[in-house]
């Protein structure tokens, strides 16, 4: 099972860039990552998954390096609703969340 | 769609009562995941269907916890006999496609305490 490795905790200001990264030394060729974001009191929500490289979407980009043993989940421009939970997820056999990244934004 | 609908969002009861959470996945989806999170424990698997078949049981902590689903729309977590430790928000998830590139979509949770 690719196990996940992240920071347990972040701080930001509002407007500033965020970037988490998850360590996934295990992964599988056939393994997709994906984040969650989970705000408190919420059930964990989808933000963004990749294979390879870079993908973009309207709430957040995802880099991911050749190796693939790692990967960086960017949110441009965070506000004060950003702050939640933040958990990478590898492959479909590893679906045990860990203990995510919880990141505070500052006004 | 309306998403994963988990019921009730709120279950109170007495140590030694039977607890029954409900769960309706999104239509269409072909797996179903029943998680349970604590602040001392964090977000944990309980069990896993695909297909309306158990899966990954390996995480339902006891005999006291069953989880069954008779159909694509409907799945049921029970405890009996409940016990406080098992206080705790419980989420329902469903996903559909190939296995690799798996996302879930978490329902709103039911909040159960047992005193």
């Known amino acids: 099972l690719a196990k996940t490795t992240q920071p347990i905790s972040m701080d930001s200001y509002e407007g500033q860039e965020v970037n988490i990264t998850c360590s996934h030394n295990?992964?599988?060729?056939?393994?997709?990552i994906t984040w969650y974001q989970q705000f408190p009191s919420q059930g964990p929500r989808f933000i963004i998954q990749?294979?390879?490289t870079k993908v973009t979407n309207e709430v957040a980009s995802l880099f991911i390096p050749a190796d693939r043993k790692s990967s960086t989940l960017s949110l441009p421009r965070v506000s004060l609703s950003d702050t939640a939970v933040y958990y990478c997820?590898?492959?479909?056999?590893?679906?045990?969340f860990g203990a995510g990244t919880r990141l505070t934004v500052k006004p | 769609d309306a998403g994963v609908i988990q019921s009730p969002r709120h279950e109170v009861t007495e140590m030694g009562q039977e607890v029954t959470l409900r769960c309706k996945p999104i239509s269409g989806h072909n797996s179903l995941f029943w998680y349970r999170q604590t602040m001392m424990r964090g977000l944990e698997l309980l069990i896993y269907f695909n297909n309306n078949v158990p899966i990954d049981d390996s995480g339902m902590p006891e005999d006291r916890f069953s989880a069954k689903m008779p159909n694509a729309s409907f799945s049921t977590l029970k405890i009996q006999p409940s016990e406080p430790r098992d206080s705790a928000v419980y989420f329902c998830a469903s996903s559909w496609g190939v296995r690799a590139k798996n996302i879930q979509y978490f329902g709103a949770g039911t909040r159960l305490s047992v005193l």
């Open positions: 997820l590898v492959g479909a056999n590893d679906m045990r």
């Open positions: 295990n992964i599988a060729t056939n393994d997709y």
């Open positions: 990749g294979y390879k």
